[in-house]
């Protein structure tokens, strides 16, 4: 039987998982955990590292899929003396393994984006990230979720609501990652009154976000305002390109 285990997880290693960096989890052996097993990593921030009972929840978690699961009660070679006085010499490194394809498309990495536009057409919300990206809201896809789903999520995570509206779908985008994966993202639109204030979940800052806004369409189909997503806004609003 398939079991979800929560588990807490300090920012620095929850944002190393969400960004794909770091594949692996060292824990205790205190608890049972198998393959096909569900790990929610519920992220904390920690006021430091020594102290474990100084921490706060953020909101954000994560759900991973067990694969193969290592006890090192299990590993006979530990007990050679050999490799016990390495261990005491060098102590243990955890190797985290990912894909070495160069420009692959075997591997997939499944997003959705959500234009929001007011009810008049003529706006839309934007995010200024801190590397001074701005798009529109959005995310992958985590286990176990829909697409609807991670939709509505991102859009509590990067803009602090509950969105209660219809969400239509009304493209899909390719490109490749930083880390070599081909994307493959589909986007929905919504309407959201313009009046709608946004907020960051308490500490909590996905995506280290900037800025969250209303951004006028006639900006973005002149190209006074650079976003990634323009030709997927113009489409979704029914735009035409005014250059």
């Known amino acids: ?3 979800e285990i929560h588990k807490k997880l300090s920012k620095k290693y929850f944002d190393l998982i969400a960004s794909g960096q770091k594949t692996f989890e060292l824990r205790v052996a205190d608890f049972e955990c198998e393959t096909g097993d569900v790990l929610v ?3 904390y921030e ?3 590292d020594e102290d474990t009972l100084a921490r706060r929840p953020t909101g954000r978690s994560l759900r991973k899929k067990v694969g193969y699961v290592g006890r090192t009660e299990e590993f006979a070679w530990l007990k050679r003396p050999d490799v016990a006085a390495d261990v005491e010499k060098y102590g243990f490194q955890v190797i985290s393994l990912l894909d070495d394809k160069q420009g692959s498309y075997d591997t997939f990495e499944v997003s959705c984006k959500v234009l929001l536009i007011n009810k008049a057409k003529d706006k839309v919300v934007l995010l200024e990230h801190v590397d001074g990206h701005v798009g529109i809201p959005g995310g992958h896809v985590e286990y176990g979720e829909d697409l609807e789903q991670t939709a509505r999520r ?3 995570e990067e803009l602090g609501i509950d969105y209660k509206g ?4 009304v493209g899909f985008y390719t490109y490749m990652s930083r880390r070599d994966t081909q994307k493959f993202g589909l986007v929905f639109t919504g309407e959201l009154d313009e009046r709608t204030k946004f907020t960051v979940l308490s500490g909590d800052n996905p995506d280290q976000i900037v800025d969250r806004k209303w951004v006028d369409m006639a900006d973005i189909t002149s190209g006074k305002s650079t976003v990634y997503e323009r030709e997927l806004i113009m489409k979704a609003a029914g735009r035409k390109n005014d250059n």
Do not use: H
Not at 166 to 169: A, G, H, I, V
């Open 1 to 3: 039987m398939t079991r």
């Open 166 to 169: 219809k969400l239509t779908q």
């Open 154 to 156: 991102e859009i509590k």
């Open 41 to 43: 990593l519920d992220e």
């Open 46 to 48: 920690y006021e430091n």
